[in-house]
């Protein structure tokens, strides 16, 4: 019997309004993985990965934001606030989830995944805030991008991977 190694669709993670959710659910789509902060440098990136979602969505993508206070307390509002937050200053229409940790010992599941280095991207500590992990329609990570990765910067590579 052959061992596989795990992939995203292995994870459950709870969903911003506190309902359980496998990533299964998202098994054959492309799926952008990005820890978030409302109070951080790089929060109006909110706004393009918006536009990736609503641009692509229909053909396979989803855009998955996790909540995260571990920089410098950047997202310091409970699931309700940051709900409320994204809605009324971004609109944002992609999946949202309960807030986690991605870095140490009470890391989520699936961030202590993606930085293992077995995901099939390069293995590390998330630096900040709005790093992203593009995921393929198999599960398994195709790319990570730094914080300051701009949302159109990476588009190239969404529908690259949308497409196959």
Not at 55 to 76: I, S
Not at 80 to 93: A, G, N, P, W
């Amino acid at each position: 019997m052959e061992f596989q190694l795990p992939s995203a669709h292995d994870f459950t993670a709870t969903t911003i309004d506190g309902h359980e959710r496998s990533l299964a659910d998202y098994s054959g789509q492309v799926m952008l993985i990005v820890n978030v902060a409302s109070r951080c440098g790089f929060t109006p990136q909110y706004e393009g990965l918006d536009r990736l979602y609503r641009d692509h969505g229909d053909g396979g993508l989803m855009v998955l934001g996790f909540p995260c206070d571990q920089f410098g307390n950047q997202e310091p509002g409970d699931e309700e606030q940051i709900r409320q937050f994204c809605s009324l200053t971004y609109d944002v229409s992609f999946p949202m989830f309960a807030k986690i940790e991605v870095n140490g010992s009470g890391a989520h599941p699936l961030y202590s995944w993606l930085r293992s280095g077995r995901s099939g991207v390069p293995a590390g500590e998330i630096e900040w805030n709005f790093t992203k992990f593009l995921v393929g329609k198999n599960g398994q990570a195709i790319k990570r991008y730094a914080p300051n990765a701009e949302p159109s910067a990476i588009r190239p590579d969404i529908e690259t991977a949308v497409a196959a």
